[in-house]
């Protein structure tokens, strides 16, 4: 079986890609030209590719990204400061996280920001030994939600954490690995032969252990004060700022405000 998606009348371009062999569908972000870079039509079209997977059977899942980089982020030439950018992200980690069977992130190259958030909604990481992790959200001036820092602990302890949110220090596969966020090293081949064994396990097994693992308190609804603080940098001066120091390609200069 061979889908792809993100087709648009009057144009040839494809943006998701989707494959199977066996019981394992591989899902490609296909926008190389862009860095894989998440816009609207991109997150509408992978959701439908995850559902796809899962209604055609599949019992693993690969997600990917076609080029050198697994995913540089959401598009920041496009609308994604709008509230329905950001409501389509989160309804696409949700879905992600909470797909039925085991999905294996193969991180082909950088995952940073919204990339990475896909790659921590997997169940299993496979990292090149090249590729990187990071959110340097901070250096543009919007801030992550509470589910994302609290899985990116979950998945590479508090202190590790800090300094990617704090310092965006970015993490390396050796690193990654070390700290067990890559469960293992390789390319897509080594993600997708791993996937291939996973799919011959007991598929209400593999479920029950989604869950409970899953349940480490990421999901948990925050506290009103750090809601607010979160929205406070969205619909702050410096987030402005970010964007247009970005257009004007220089330094920003934040303020606090």
């Known amino acids: 079986m061979f889908v792809v998606a993100g087709r648009h009348p009057g144009t040839l371009l494809r943006m998701i890609v989707s494959s199977a062999t066996g019981d394992v569908t591989t899902i490609e972000l296909a926008r190389p030209e862009k860095r894989n870079a998440l816009n609207e ?4 079209d992978l959701g439908a590719a995850f559902t796809a997977a ?3 059977g599949a019992r693993a899942i690969v997600l990917t990204g076609r080029g050198e980089v697994f995913s540089a982020g959401a598009d920041l030439s496009g609308p994604v ?4 950018f950001l409501d ?7 879905q992600i996280e909470s797909t039925p069977v085991p999905v294996l992130a193969a991180l082909n190259g950088a995952a940073l920001g919204a990339g990475l958030q896909l790659a921590m909604a997997a169940d ?4 090149a030994p090249s590729a990187l992790a990071g959110i340097p959200a901070a250096k543009i001036g919007v801030a992550v939600d509470e589910w994302t820092v609290r899985r990116l602990v979950s998945l590479v302890g508090a202190g590790q954490a800090r300094g990617m949110l704090i310092g965006c220090d970015p993490l390396t596969a050796d690193r990654a690995h ?14 997708q032969h791993w996937a291939a064994t996973i799919a011959e396990y007991a598929p209400l ?5 989604k869950l409970v693992l899953n349940g480490d308190g990421a999901r948990d609804e925050a506290p009103a004060s750090r809601r607010e603080a979160m929205l406070a940098a969205w619909l702050s001066d410096d987030l402005q700022e970010g964007r247009a120091a970005r257009t004007e390609k220089r330094a920003p200069r934040f303020t606090g405000r």
């Open 88 to 94: 389509s992200l989160v309804a696409l980690i949700e």
């Open 81 to 84: 400061y709008d509230q329905d």
């Open 41 to 44: 039509q991109m997150v509408a």
């Open 54 to 56: 899962v209604d055609s």
């Open 205 to 209: 097994t593999l479920r029950h252990y």
């Open 178 to 191: 070390d700290l067990g966020f890559a469960n293992r090293l390789g390319d897509l081949t080594d993600a």
């Open 124 to 127: 299993l990481r496979v990292m």
